[in-house]
């Protein structure tokens, strides 16, 4: 049973505050998680509880989800057994009382549910990912490596917020995962060559001044063969637009030019056309279900068409996408949701309702690794967690990497069959 949970405020990879959380178990074990944050959040995402007091990191402090954590959540779940997960975060959304976790804060809330489930895999002396999959957890995800960063990410013209390689041509996680940083380190001398800036964003992809979103895919093409690999066969491409973050007043301002949403869908199926695509995320804004629906009905059987801040890891919102045909795949972020259950829950309402699944990071990121032993647990077959630079991006490939040697002959990487839509 859970005997104490403890709190701190501790740094993430932008240097904002963010919280740590401490669950210790009767039998002595210790186990911690900490919370990410994301950049681009959707309207819909869980609240995220900061101080606002700006005599300290400019109000982005977290001691008031601390002491939430301290003084209120600690308390409602301490006797509670770690391994009854789902009545563990039953009690915290309870607790807490509201839609949105506004009261004591997601932040606070979700480092409590991720700390019981690592003390009870720590406990059990299983691997977290074994813990919350059982014996059927032995997919390795395809990693969706972001190595160009634009948008809210970088202070640079291109509007798409991410470009990804996808290694889906590999026989292996660590093959994969060695063509798409063989290629990352490939882009990089590319971009030299051309007088192109190679400083990192916050993901760790470069941010390179472009012209346009296409120069950046065309990069990434050149990139591919120039390091020995067959764009589309071996290493596919991918997009986050983001576009949630260029919408205003009914118009996305995109490339200079006011923009339909129908009009943003034919620049999607020009690119879907042209380029090795295997994946488009939040291509229009959070609220955009009739643009949405359009573009599904049209490239929805070619192209996985994800949903970030539409679908905010949300089993409501998922589920009137699926109810409307709206999107095929759903982006996975711990923290826009709040809990694991809910998390887990919203998987597996995709994958029974034929969408897939991507487990991701966030821009604001810590050296913690339980998304990629959930990407593993849930057989989900992909994960988003930055390029190959950046430690706290890296914690979660290295992980993989361990994961598959904990697997040993058990282990499948999912590789082409991630993408079922894409057939070209
Ligand atoms: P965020 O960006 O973590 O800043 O929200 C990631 C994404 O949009 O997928
Ligand atoms: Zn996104």
Redesign the pocket.
């Known amino acids: 049973a859970i005997e104490a949970v403890g709190a701190r405020e501790i740094l993430d990879s932008r240097g904002n505050p963010t919280v740590e959380v401490e669950v210790l178990l009767e039998d002595g074990t210790v186990s911690r998680a900490a919370v ?7 309207a819909f995402e869980a609240y995220e509880l900061r101080d606002g007091d700006k005599g300290r990191y400019f109000g982005k402090g977290v001691r008031k989800a601390v002491d939430a954590v301290l003084d209120e959540i600690g308390p409602a779940v301490e006797g509670l057994d770690a391994t009854d997960q789902r009545v563990v975060d039953a009690t915290l959304i309870a607790l807490d009382g509201t839609e949105n976790k506004g009261r004591l804060g997601a932040n606070a809330l979700l480092g409590v549910s991720l700390a019981t489930a690592r003390a009870a895999a720590d406990s059990a002396d299983l691997p977290l990912f074994r813990y919350i999959g059982g014996p059927n957890a032995h997919i390795l995800p395809v990693p969706l490596l972001n190595v160009i960063n634009g948008g ?2 970088a202070d640079t013209g291109v509007d798409i ?2 470009f990804f390689l996808v290694p889906h041509g590999a026989e292996t996680f660590s093959e994969g995962l060695r063509w798409g940083v063989e290629t990352y380190h490939t882009l990089k001398s590319l971009l030299k060559s051309k007088g192109l800036a190679t400083g990192l964003g ?2 760790g992809g470069f941010a390179p001044e472009l012209a346009s979103n296409r120069e950046a895919l065309d990069l990434l093409l050149e990139a591919i063969e120039k390091a020995g690999f067959t764009p589309g066969t071996d290493i596919a491409l991918g997009l ?1 637009v ?1 576009s949630t973050e260029f919408f205003s007043d009914g118009v996305y301002n995109f490339e200079g030019v006011g923009r339909t949403s129908a009009e943003m869908n034919s620049y999607f199926a020009d690119l879907v056309a042209n380029f090795p695509l295997v994946t488009i ?2 291509p229009l804004a959070e609220d955009d279900w009739e643009g949405y629906a359009a573009l599904t009905a049209e490239l929805g059987d070619k192209v996985q068409i994800v949903g ?2 539409l679908f905010v890891t949300n089993p409501t919102r998922l589920q009137r996408g699926i109810d409307e045909d709206i999107a095929n795949s759903i ?1 996975v ?1 711990v923290n826009q949701i709040g809990t694991l259950t809910e998390t887990l829950d919203a998987v597996s309402l995709a994958q029974r309702s034929g969408y897939t699944a991507i487990l ?5 990121e810590t050296e913690d690794v339980t998304i990629a032993h959930l990407a593993v647990a849930t057989d989900c077959g992909q994960i ?1 967690t930055g390029a190959p630079a950046r430690s706290e991006r890296v914690a979660k490939y290295n992980e993989l990497l361990r994961i598959e040697e904990e697997l040993d002959t058990a282990a499948v990487y999912a590789g082409r069959s991630a993408f079922p839509r894409y057939t070209a």
């Not at 990410?36 to 959707?42: C, K, L, Q, V």
């Not at 991701?360 to 604001?364: A, E, I, K, L, V």
């Open positions: 990410p944050s994301g950049a681009s959040t959707g809210a990410h917020q991410e916050d993901e986050d983001a995320e939040d970030d801040d982006l972020k991701s990071h966030r821009s604001g988003k």
